[in-house]
């Protein structure tokens, strides 16, 4: 009776597993058929973007950003996994000055002459800092304001999913 009990539970691990073999969301295929976003594509427009809204000069390598997050989810694991990616590059600093994050907001509202649109309530909590603006391709770029001693901002600047 035991080990009849243990062949269910093995059969049904076995099944879980190879379920996780099959991730959810669009192939890499999928991505190249439709937007034809590639990720030689995508990185540098990330970089420029991020590089339009930081507060104060900077140059972002495009080595700099990351491949981010697969645009696909591992039913077993339930963690992403690519190709398809979405590339993306963000910096996060601790206590800025108010002056600093006034400056991020007016960069990033001046992103609405490139095409961007502010997004209706795109992240949760109620500060006002929250932000992010998106454009008809798809990529974003938003700021994050959270904690408290030090409070910290995140900037960040992402693509939709482009195929390798």
């Known amino acids: 009776m035991r080990r009849a009990g243990w062949v269910v539970v093995a059969a049904g691990l076995a099944t879980t597993a190879c379920g996780g073999l099959v991730p959810e969301g669009p192939s890499n295929q999928d991505i190249a058929d439709t937007t034809g976003l590639t990720v ?21 390598e495009d080595s700099a950003v990351q491949l981010g997050n697969g645009c696909r989810t591992d039913r077993g694991s339930l963690r992403s996994t690519g190709p398809p990616w979405a590339p993306s590059y963000e910096r996060e600093i601790a206590d800025p000055p108010a002056e600093f994050v006034d400056r991020a907001l ?12 502010l997004a209706e309530n795109p992240v949760p909590g109620d500060d006002p800092v929250n932000r992010v603006y998106r454009d008809s391709r798809g ?6 304001r959270y904690g408290s001693a030090p409070t910290r901002f995140v900037l960040r600047s992402s693509s939709p999913c482009a195929a390798e």
């Open 40 to 60: 030689a594509e995508a990185v540098p427009l990330v970089a420029d973007n991020f590089e339009r809204v930081w507060p104060e000069p900077v140059t972002v």
């Open 106 to 117: 007016a960069k990033l509202a001046a992103m609405t002459a490139h095409g961007f649109v």
């Open 139 to 144: 990529f974003s770029v938003a700021t994050l």
